[in-house]
């Protein structure tokens, strides 16, 4: 599945991006962003590759990667599930949902099931506190969430893959 996502082809589009910029001075959050699209997330290999083509260390691509919580190393499954953490989303139950998805799944915050389907993550606020708590799947967002719904949305997901 690896060698899949860092296919030539994903290289060759991120390269033809990279040359394509008005300006790669102060492009490199663009063009990261770009990179996770396409390969879902920044090995040290992409992050080599960005820092060969835009002319700049190494060390500044993975010092932006490791800054910004957008960005990750590791590949995240097919379905992302974000739980808000924020103030809002905790007083009304998150934390609950968050420990029913890490139960349903058997994988804890910030890993990938072994199926490479659903991976569970954490957000500190999401911006939609009159739903609380939220929870998002790729994009899609859920307000109101219970620990009821954990099932029944995994489940609908799950028929998604047939």
């Known amino acids: 599945m690896c060698t899949n996502k860092l296919s030539t082809e994903k290289f060759k589009e ?3 991006f990279i040359e394509n910029l008005e300006e790669k001075e102060g492009a490199l959050i663009e063009v990261l962003h770009k990179a996770q699209g396409l390969f879902g997330y920044l090995p040290p290999k992409v992050q080599q590759f960005v820092a060969d083509k ?9 010092g932006v990667v490791s800054f ?3 960005f990750t190393t590791k590949p ?3 379905y992302v599930i974000s739980i808000c953490m924020g103030t809002a989303c905790f007083v009304k139950g998150s934390g ?3 420990k029913e998805f890490e139960r349903t799944l058997s994988v804890k915050a910030g890993e ?3 199926d490479s389907k659903f991976t569970i993550d954490v957000l500190r606020c999401v911006g939609a506190c009159g739903l609380a708590p939220v929870v998002t799947i790729n994009n899609k967002v859920y307000g109101h969430f219970t620990t009821d719904m954990v099932s029944k949305v995994l489940n609908e997901y799950k028929e998604l893959e047939g």
């Not at 835009?54 to 993975?62: D, G, Q, R």
Request: a positive charge; glycine letters at 4%.
């Open 96 to 98: 609950d949902v968050l």
């Open 68 to 70: 910004y919580s957008y």
């Open 112 to 114: 990938t099931t072994p």
């Open 14 to 16: 991120l390269e033809t």
């Open 54 to 62: 835009l002319n700049i260390p190494v060390s500044k691509v993975c």
């Open 76 to 78: 995240k499954g097919k």
